[in-house]
């Protein structure tokens, strides 16, 4: 079964860098586009990026541009953002979502950045 | 990127009828047959429900469809259950990526 695992998230000060994962499996990695979208605490859904399945095309939401990076790794079936010059507004859980043909069908649980000093 | 425009509540009785309303503009939802709609429970993942506009993916129930109009997308929820009780996102593309709806907190009275 799909499966889409997060983890790297934790607390940060301001104008720290912390790298997100996400670990999938269960599916052809290779094949399909993945966002990062995230939510910040009793707030509602944000896209943050998103990268094609070769990895050549990439974009991100203006709040992010510039500061984050999505990369992913399709031996390891891994997909990463490195998130520089973090700010108390990027306090949120992120999710890492499959993108299935303009559609995000499958998310992991989430992991949890706290951006605070 | 300007967030969708969802109403932030919308309550029914069991088996009522209730329709949540996304509305963009002529860059994201006018444009695009690309709107899908996310349920999620709380401290949850959120879980697709429609996808372009107006298909459900496989195991979803027939009580949710969705539809469009100009720059308005709609979902509505037929026969409404206590199991219904979540929060509910619009998505749609963009050009510059994706942009979502605030979220309506379905509240099933």
């Known amino acids: 079964q799909v499966q889409l695992v997060e983890s790297g998230g934790g607390l940060v000060k301001p104008g720290g860098s912390l790298r997100l994962s996400c670990e999938a499996s269960?599916?052809?990695?290779?094949?399909?586009?993945l966002n990062w979208i995230r939510q910040a605490p009793g707030k509602g859904l944000e896209w943050v990026s998103y990268i094609s399945s070769s990895g050549t095309t990439i974009s991100y939401a203006d709040s992010v541009r510039g500061r984050f990076t999505i990369s992913r790794d399709n031996a390891k079936n891994s997909l990463y953002l490195q998130m520089n010059s973090l700010r108390v507004e990027d306090t949120a859980v992120y999710y890492c979502?499959?993108?299935?043909?303009?559609?995000?069908?499958?998310w992991g649980q989430g992991t949890l950045v706290t951006v605070s000093s | 990127q300007s967030a969708l425009t969802q109403p932030a509540s919308v309550s029914g009785s069991p088996g009522q009828s209730i329709t949540i309303s996304c509305t963009g503009t002529g860059s994201d939802v006018g444009s695009y047959n690309l709107v899908s709609w996310y349920q999620q429970y709380s401290g949850k993942a959120p879980k697709l429900m429609i996808y372009?506009?107006?298909k459900r993916p496989s195991g979803v129930s027939d009580r949710f469809s969705g539809s469009k109009s100009g720059n308005t997308a709609s979902l509505t929820i037929s026969g409404l259950q206590a199991e219904d009780e979540a929060d509910y996102y619009c998505?749609?593309?963009?050009?510059?990526?994706?942009?979502f709806g605030g979220g309506t907190k379905v509240t099933v009275l």
């Open positions: 269960g599916f052809t990695f290779s094949n399909y586009y």
């Open positions: 372009e506009v107006s």
């Open positions: 979502a499959r993108d299935r043909s303009n559609n995000f069908d499958y």
């Open positions: 998505c749609s593309y963009t050009v510059l990526g994706w942009v």
